[in-house]
């Protein structure tokens, strides 16, 4: 009776006997599961990162835009009117209105030409009411040097990390000033916030100014009173859900509108994370399916191989049969070096993830390979290789012993 760590080690110095073949035989395996592991990994980082970002947001807020949810993602420059719905400063009262709401802000947005020393770009300005904005957001905004401005502070600049250290030649720091629009409206720096890196690039890039300001810059480019957004925060203890819709039905009555008619859009946390993971979750689909083909590639290249390994050692299996090997052991005995070959694929797949993955995360990007799923994709790649060898395994079986032996 041959133990099974027997048939391992006879398999494993086959396979070390063919050692270029058994490289190539597995390419397509350790390009399939290399690029699954590490397309899964990058979806659990985007899932990560989509979580930190919607926690920023506040399970308890709400944004109101003007338009549909399509608007929001369709593109377009910043502080640009909708083509369909507005939202105006009176609605900022109607929606105060509305038990359950607590700290609300409207929000302006627009870009604007930013002169420092001798350099012009331009750089987008968010303007509101700076006491409910940093309320409504609490931990998000973080200060690197310098201090928040408040509600009073007129003529002020809090900028984004990536606007102070990398728009202007020369970082810009607290005290110094900014001449913004066309008029070069100075801006002083009174604060830098702390640099958010991967997925909150607007934050980085960005001026957050008193909201007063902020229509002076934009008038002419909305119309009067005109607001971008609307971001409210719901009391706490009360359901965000039922607050929101209680909003939507006031708002859409204010602008004379039935709800199912209504010109803006609600997102809350929970709308967000639907809206995104629909997406991301159809994109991860499509790109594991692509990559899948390459382990059934992989899995037909590891057949072939062992069909021929089989003619070739045609001889070597009679003469096992000749003393005493049965049917079964030489069936295990293909199938286990097809299971080893799957399995040598997937560490070196699995390896090659990993490194991508290391070099992904120096970008900011969070990428793990979790143990669950290196131990799912050896499993997988060990099954691909065993089902690929079963049928040049039964083949072996089958074979003759006397006829094996005749065989050159």
Not at 89 to 99: A, F, M, R, Y
Not at 142 to 168: H, N
């Amino acid at each position: 009776m041959v133990s099974f760590v027997e048939l391992v080690w006879y398999c494993y110095r086959s396979i070390a006997y063919r050692k270029i073949r058994s490289y190539l035989t597995i390419l397509g395996i350790i390009i399939g599961v290399a690029a699954i592991v590490s397309l899964i990994s990058l979806s659990e980082g985007l899932d990560y990162m989509i979580n930190d970002m919607i926690s920023a947001f506040g399970a308890s807020n709400v944004m109101v835009m003007p338009g549909s949810l399509s608007s929001m993602f369709g593109g377009g420059s910043p502080g640009a009117s909708p083509l369909i719905g507005r939202l105006f400063e009176k609605d900022l009262n109607t929606i105060s209105s509305v038990p359950g709401v607590e700290k609300i802000t409207g929000i302006l947005m627009g870009g604007q030409p930013v002169k420092f020393r001798d350099e012009e770009f331009t750089i987008t300005f968010m303007g509101a009411r700076l006491s409910s904005l940093f309320d409504i957001y609490g931990g998000y905004y973080v200060l690197r040097e310098g201090r928040f401005p408040t509600d009073s502070d007129r003529g002020v600049a809090l900028l984004g990390a990536s606007v102070a250290d990398d728009v202007f030649e020369r970082p810009v720091s607290v005290g110094q000033y900014l001449y913004v629009g066309k008029e070069k409206q100075p801006f002083r720096v009174i604060g830098i916030l702390e640099k958010k890196g991967f997925g909150a690039e607007d934050n980085d890039n960005s001026v957050i100014i008193n909201f007063d300001d902020a229509k002076e810059l934009m008038a002419g480019k909305i119309a009067k009173n005109e607001i971008n957004y609307i971001v409210f925060s719901v009391s706490e203890g009360a359901d965000v859900p039922s607050v929101a819709g209680r909003v939507e039905t006031q708002l859409a009555s204010a602008h004379h509108l039935k709800v199912d008619d209504k010109d803006f859009s609600l997102l809350t946390s929970e709308s967000m994370m639907e809206q995104i993971n629909t997406i991301t979750g159809l994109v991860s689909i499509f790109l594991i399916f692509i990559s899948s083909i390459s382990l059934v590639v992989g899995g037909v290249g590891v057949m072939n191989t062992m069909y021929m390994s089989v003619m070739e050692r045609t001889h070597e299996i009679g003469t096992l049969k000749a003393i005493g090997a049965s049917n079964g052991v030489v069936l295990a005995l293909f199938i286990v070096e097809s299971g080893i070959l799957g399995l040598f694929g997937g560490f070196i797949g699995l390896f090659i993830a990993w490194l991508l993955t290391v070099v992904i995360s120096l970008f900011g990007f969070h990428v793990v390979v979790s143990l669950p799923l290196a131990l799912f994709a050896l499993g997988f790649s060990f099954s691909i290789g065993v089902l690929s060898g079963v049928l040049p395994a039964r083949r072996a079986a089958n074979l003759d012993p006397i006829e094996a032996l005749r065989y050159e």
